[in-house]
């Protein structure tokens, strides 16, 4: 009877709102309930536990003095939440009931606020340069094989600490994310389609063997934290506070294999316009001797390996004026190489088909293991497609396909896009042999479509007569969408 009872002890929950750093008995009401998280289970009485309801009241004094709460699941990798000797007691009486493998809860949400607060920057579109300024506090959480995940924790931002044969430094087992949050006018936070990042997330773990978590646990976590860091969103049309959720493995082994141990975590930057002054174009250098990703690799995951080997083609291009490196990987076709991504970027292009009526189609390359799919990628190709006017297209696309539609003057726009710029638009592609192909773009009608009024670039079949730039029309439509379509906190 008492192993069942405690079993059932250990089975429930108590959630409380944990705060480390503050007077614990402002979060609890004279009946002892707490107020819980936006989307915790609000409970009324504070630790009724069936069968053991008499002696869960000895633990209160313990729950205000430590900020902790009592009667976590036995999955939790920080320990039985309950005093010393009754775990001790549990132990002893129950050697069979072993700690199960745990995933990220947010009732199980630890926040520590930092005592020693930055001063925000400005607003500046010239200086708050990208992913140079952190705030002040980040969410992580820690997993062992066999135990599963720690309890998720908000602290203040600062070094992780990691043993030198950690095997993220030695294999690269690390994944990441790019997400934003903007501010309304309203003063809402809002987030575009996160569910995509975490899904995207997950794949990338699953196929570096990292740890599998709850994506939906997780995005109300990193929701937390935004919330924390609330006055670090900028409430100005362009600024932003960008989300690097980012998983490594910590286990210290030198040896190619699975990791034991991992360690998630999610810091924030608030960031500026990336076009200051509007949309600038940029020229691409175009790589066919160093690649990106190849079939059967990891192209289509966010990992960290797939970034570190782009540097020096970066390096390369920019001494022939490139910001960018457009990536085509020969594959022994005499047509000409496999048109890939450039840099961090999907890669779109408006070609005009062969003939006097030519129609339009907006060319991107498919999602066939080379190519990550981005949010920005899809949310651009479900806008385009509504616009109406002409074809759009995820198919294989081949240099010297892009090669011939210059020539001919076919090739009308190309552009970039990805969470840090939303469009990037290109003026020219730069071989090895410093021939370029020059790109059209055409500026005066892109600042037309960025100074149009919100909620009108995205409708379809609109009237005739206005200059045409799919770039300005996309970068106004992907403005409106996020005032309305973007998940609210």
């Not at 995207?200 to 570096?208: E, P």
């Not at 005499?334 to 292009?349: A, I, K, P, Q, R």
Request: neutral net charge; proline residues 7%; glycine residues 10%.
């Amino acid at each position: 009877m008492l192993t069942r009872s405690a079993r059932r002890l250990l089975g429930r929950t108590c959630s409380i709102a944990k705060y480390q750093n503050e007077d614990f008995s402002k979060f609890v009401d004279n009946s002892g309930a707490h107020h819980s998280h936006r989307k915790g289970p609000a409970l009324t009485e504070l630790c009724k536990f069936t069968g053991l309801d008499g002696e869960c009241s000895g633990f209160q004094n313990d729950i205000l003095k430590r900020g902790i709460s009592c009667g976590h699941r036995v999955f939790s990798t920080t320990g039985f939440r309950v005093l010393d000797p009754l775990q001790q007691g549990m132990s002893e009486m129950m050697a069979d009931l072993a700690p199960l493998p745990s995933d990220i809860r947010y009732e199980d949400l630890v926040i520590t606020r930092s005592k020693h607060l930055q001063v925000k920057p400005k607003l500046d579109a010239t200086t708050l340069k990208f992913g140079a300024v952190y705030s002040d506090h980040m969410l992580q959480a820690s997993w062992k094989d066999g135990l599963g995940w720690t309890a998720p924790s908000i602290d203040p931002l600062g070094p992780i600490s990691l043993h030198p044969c950690a095997q993220v430094l030695h294999y690269a087992v690390e994944c990441f994310e790019g997400m934003k949050c903007y501010k309304g006018k309203d003063g809402r936070l809002r987030l575009f389609r996160p569910d995509m990042n975490m899904d995207r997330l997950a794949r990338s773990a699953a196929r570096l063997t990292l740890p599998h978590f709850d994506k939906v646990e997780l995005l109300e976590c990193i929701k937390e934290l935004l919330r924390v860091e609330r006055d670090w969103v900028p409430d100005k049309e362009g600024f932003s506070v960008y989300i690097r959720p980012t998983m490594i493995g910590t286990h210290p082994f030198l040896g190619v294999g699975p990791t034991r141990e991992a360690l998630l975590f999610v810091v924030l930057s608030p960031v500026g316009p990336y076009f200051p002054s509007g949309l600038k174009p940029i020229k691409l250098y175009v790589e066919t001797q160093n690649v990106r990703a190849f079939p059967g690799g990891v192209g289509d995951k966010k990992i960290g390996g797939n970034y570190a080997p782009t540097i020096l083609p970066q390096l390369n291009g920019s001494h022939l004026g490139c910001s960018q490196v457009l990536f085509v990987l020969q594959d022994g076709n005499s047509t000409g190489g496999l048109v890939g991504e450039s840099g961090s970027m999907n890669m779109f292009f408006l070609i005009r088909q062969e003939g006097k009526d030519g129609d339009l189609e907006l060319v991107t390359p498919p999602l066939d293991g080379l190519i990550l799919p981005g949010v920005t990628r899809d949310t651009v190709l479900t806008l385009a497609r509504g616009f109406g006017g002409m074809k759009v297209s995820e198919r294989p696309l081949r240099f010297d396909e892009l090669e011939r539609a210059a020539e001919t003057g076919r090739l009308l726009e190309v552009f970039g896009t990805g969470t840090a710029c939303m469009i990037q638009p290109v003026m020219g592609l730069v071989k090895k042999d410093h021939t370029e192909i020059a790109i059209p773009f055409n500026e005066e009608a892109a600042k037309y479509w960025l100074a149009k009024p919100p909620g009108i670039a995205a409708l379809p079949d609109l009237s005739g007569g206005e200059p045409f730039s799919l770039c300005g029309r996309l970068s106004r439509a992907l403005l409106d969408v996020r005032s309305y379509e973007w998940s609210q906190l």
